[in-house]
């Protein structure tokens, strides 16, 4: 049971932070009374940053990812490379991929999984334009980096299909060992498909 | 190294989120991931709470803790006791031993303890206007609940000096061994201290 707080004010901004996730009412208070102890200005620049965010975040009309802009500045990039795709489930993804820096160039954000136990079917998710920008633009080649769950099976296998019909090089990325991981403790499954999708041996892989 | 994300309002929203104590970069950016998915007008709600808050808050001019009021709602409530003063440091006592829903009486919120190693003497804390509180009132009693560290035993011993030339009770909670806790694991001060400072066995402590 909890009681108010001294404040309705204290009350009412400890409420809002505990909504979040991870966040309990302790950690909230914790929060709270730190911003308080902070200058006006710097509480007002991180409320007006949220609200902001919130009210003027545009999508990419080309891939789906966040914006500030109609189009997002990797699709914008000239300097990345256009003939390749790389279909991802969310915007967390693309941000990871980015920080590998190992990927040079565009994306395409689905929106999410098939997931009929969800509700979510293909038509709730960006297939239709990834489609629409195979078709019409200077794709190669398209690289499905969903999730190893069913739903993200089951939605590589839609893509899979939809797509083979146009004369593109479709892959996904490689399954298998973490770099630094011992086999002893990985899965079953992650490393029998590691044995199957085996690769040549090269100077690479020393 | 981090790369900028693909907005620079997410950015903005994750690098002030990640000023926070105990929020990284990338729980800052699952959190606002999170509100990006709420209604515009909760996270409308979320950053005006915090703004209105640091805005608006103001210090009871009696007991020094947060309130809404000139005079917060404990030291205003007629039903609690003002013959007792709770001396604590922080809000956050406040709100502690108010959760425990033993006492009745009203505090004094220091806003810190003296610590010359920080730079804090007894002017940079709410002791004089402690004393005239004491001076002036209806006050039979000051309970002195400050931290057990050296601080908080230099402050206990600086504020029984003022005091006690003032004819009132000075008390100090109780330490000792946690309830639930066994003797086996409990430090040796506290142990000594429990023994040094037993009391008598009553049926309340069955």
């Known amino acids: 049971m909890h009681h108010n707080l001294s404040s309705s004010l204290l009350e009412n901004a400890v409420q809002e932070f505990s909504k979040l996730p991870g966040i309990g009412r302790k950690t909230a208070l914790r929060l709270v009374l730190h911003l308080l102890k902070k200058e006006k200005h710097e509480v007002e620049a991180f409320g007006n940053a949220l609200i902001q965010l919130r009210r003027e975040i545009v ?9 500030d802009t109609e189009v997002c500045h990797i699709c914008s990039n000239t300097s990345r490379d256009n003939s390749i795709i790389c279909v991802v489930e969310s915007i967390k993804d693309v941000l990871s991929i980015e920080n590998t820096q190992q990927f040079r160039g565009l994306y395409h954000v689905l929106g999410g999984v098939i997931s009929p136990m969800d509700g979510v079917g293909p038509a709730d998710l ?7 920008r195979v078709q019409s633009g200077d ?11 069913m739903e993200g099976d089951t939605t590589n296998f839609f893509l899979f299909r939809k797509l083979t019909v146009i004369d593109i090089k479709i892959t996904t990325i490689a399954r298998g060992i973490s770099i630094g991981d011992e086999l002893e403790y990985t899965d079953e499954v992650t490393l029998g498909r590691s044995i199957l ?5 090269t100077n690479s892989y020393k």
């Open 59 to 67: 999508y990419c009309k080309v891939c789906h990812n966040i914006s």
């Open 126 to 132: 960006q297939i239709e334009s990834l489609i629409n």
């Open 139 to 149: 794709v190669n080649e398209v690289i499905l980096a969903l999730s190893t769950t």
């Open 197 to 201: 999708n085996r690769v040549e041996f």
